[in-house]
């Protein structure tokens, strides 16, 4: 079966694994988290059919069904419910920790200190 990972892995993407595949294994194939990956807050998107649109309408639309799952707490803690099965078309999303924006303030911040030095390196430099 085909599912997806996106979000703060090692290798996202698309990956055809076989039946009976559980969260955990597939964070496995792509590589496992990063270190900006929030594993308390893993969601996994998953279609599955639902009712009609409106109540004249005959067919019925894909719903959307969210599962969160605390990866961190599984790994930590035997009492936990296990990790959820994956079906084919699910849809895991890592996402991202807080420390990801102090990263990049800390990048734009080492920037313009960057361009600051050379700017008055060059005004020694011409004043000389």
Known sequence: MVV???????????YTVRDRTDLLELLSKAGGPTQLSRLSSVSVRRLSTGRPLAPLEGDTAPQVEIIRVNVEEILRRNDVKPPPVLQPGDVV?????????WKEVSG??????VLASAYFL????TRD
């Not at 060059?122 to 430099?125: I, S, T, V």
């Open 122 to 125: 060059y005004l020694r430099a």
């Open 93 to 101: 999303f890592v996402q991202r920790n807080s420390w990801y924006r």
């Open 4 to 14: 997806y990972i996106l979000g703060e892995v090692q290798r996202p993407g698309e």
């Open 108 to 113: 734009v911040i080492r920037d313009v200190s």
